[in-house]
């Protein structure tokens, strides 16, 4: 019995200090990200990777936003919130491998 209090507190400690920090981190990268390929976006690897930031920003602001009851709202709210953030998420790896097979066509072309 012992362990798991110590489990559950320590889990306690990381929601409370070590997710806020990587939510931060995240969304300031992501920021840069944006900043950064925005002025260069002469090419479309560059637009991949900057709508793979712009999705990773709004999937790390849907995960780190608690809706309480979901069901209090409305049933399709209900439904989609789980749904929403991994769509965005999985969008967000599909641009990124998308701007690598674009990058290796535009190397190997023969």
Do not use: E
Not at 40 to 47: A, D, K, V
């Amino acid at each position: 019995m012992m362990s798991s209090s110590i489990f559950s507190f320590l889990q306690l400690q990381v929601n409370r200090y070590v997710i806020p920090i990587i939510i931060t981190l995240g969304n300031i990268g992501n920021a840069f990200i944006i900043i950064l390929f925005n002025k260069r976006r002469n090419n479309s690897c560059s637009t991949y990777i900057l709508w793979a930031a712009v999705m990773n920003i709004a999937s790390i602001t849907l995960y780190s936003v608690n809706h309480g009851d979901t069901a209090l709202y409305s049933l399709i709210f209900c439904k989609f919130h789980p749904y929403i953030p991994q769509v965005i998420s999985q969008t967000a790896r599909y641009l990124t491998i998308f701007a690598c097979i674009d990058r290796f066509f535009s190397y190997n072309s023969y």
